[in-house]
């Protein structure tokens, strides 16, 4: 092939990537004041740090006046991709318990939410944690990374994982059993390395299970043989029958290829096959140094955690 030839066409091909990347068109996510929440919702809700939400499904991403339109509108985006890919039931009784995504801005800390703010233990936590019907959410860049989306992203697909799982009981009794024993036999036959983060409890497990249906882990778990759904399912299939009971498709993949275009009013919003998604791949940005942080915390803590929180809200 000729130089040119070969120039021409690279040309063609970074112009497709290009048109590629225009942006998903988000307007569908409307930023509503927080006093149109469904009445459940407002039972309760301290309205003076609360002023706005964008509903994902149902599920409202709610937020004071320091968080970005687009940071609730993109995260209402990509729980709207997992919540449609639910098993029947799940979002009832996700929905039931009025399970929330609560996200906090620039001069806020998980600590100005006032759901977990006392007694608060947070002040330095960065990145996302799950508690019985909350999911807190740090705003920051939606910028993608070397897996081909974003680490806040990630961290809201892997801290939904868990809401899906404190529903399991309500849902289909018996499944959390499967879990457990799941999580035995990977623990025995070493399916996962020892020290992977999936193998720190079973409700971790689980939901690094969940971000992988989507796509949404880490380069680690692709190198570790657990990339996409079809991996899982060849190298771990219990926690896939568990995954599988739960989750549903996926027609959708959390990737760079969409994401909210903030300049977009009226485009539809662009729907692709995971085919054509896996074929798109994605800018190769650097993740800005500080936020490759997890908040990682093991079940003891989380369950105190869970616990005070009953405490304070009956
Ligand atoms: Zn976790």
Known sequence: MSPLLRFAILLTAANWIHFSWAGTDCSEYV?????????????????????????ANGIPVMSSDNVTDYALKESARIIQGVTRNLQPGFLDALIARTERISMWGSGETACSIPEVAR?????????????????????TSFECDDRGNAWIGRVLIHEFGHS????????????????????????ANQIWPPDEYAMTDDYEYFAVGEQ????????????????????????????????????????????????????????????????????????????????RKYGYFGRKQKKVIRDDYSKLHG
């Not at 309760?44 to 740090?49: A, E, I, Q, S, Y």
């Not at 899906?164 to 623990?187: E, S």
């Not at 074929?279 to 140094?289: D, I, S």
């Open 164 to 187: 899906i799982n404190f529903v399991f009981d309500d849902v289909q009794p018996g499944l959390q059993k499967q879990l457990d024993d799941a999580y035995a036999n990977a623990q």
């Open 31 to 55: 930023v509503q004041p927080i006093d149109k929440l469904p009445a459940p919702y407002l039972v309760g809700l301290n309205t003076t740090f609360y002023k706005k939400f964008a509903s």
């Open 119 to 139: 007694p608060c233990f947070l002040q330095h936590f960065s990145g996302g944690m799950a508690f019985d019907n909350i999911l807190i959410l740090q705003e």
């Open 212 to 291: 992988t249906w989507f796509e949404a882990n880490e380069v680690r778990h692709c190198e570790m043989g657990f990339c996409n759904k079809s991996q899982l399912q060849e190298n771990d299939p219990e926690l896939y029958a568990v995954e599988a009971q739960a989750l549903t498709g996926p027609d959708w993949l959390y990737k760079c290829d969409e994401f909210c275009d903030p300049d977009s009013k009226s485009e539809p919003a662009k729907k692709r096959s995971v085919a054509e998604i896996r074929q798109l791949r994605p800018r190769f940005l650097k993740v800005k140094p500080g936020f």
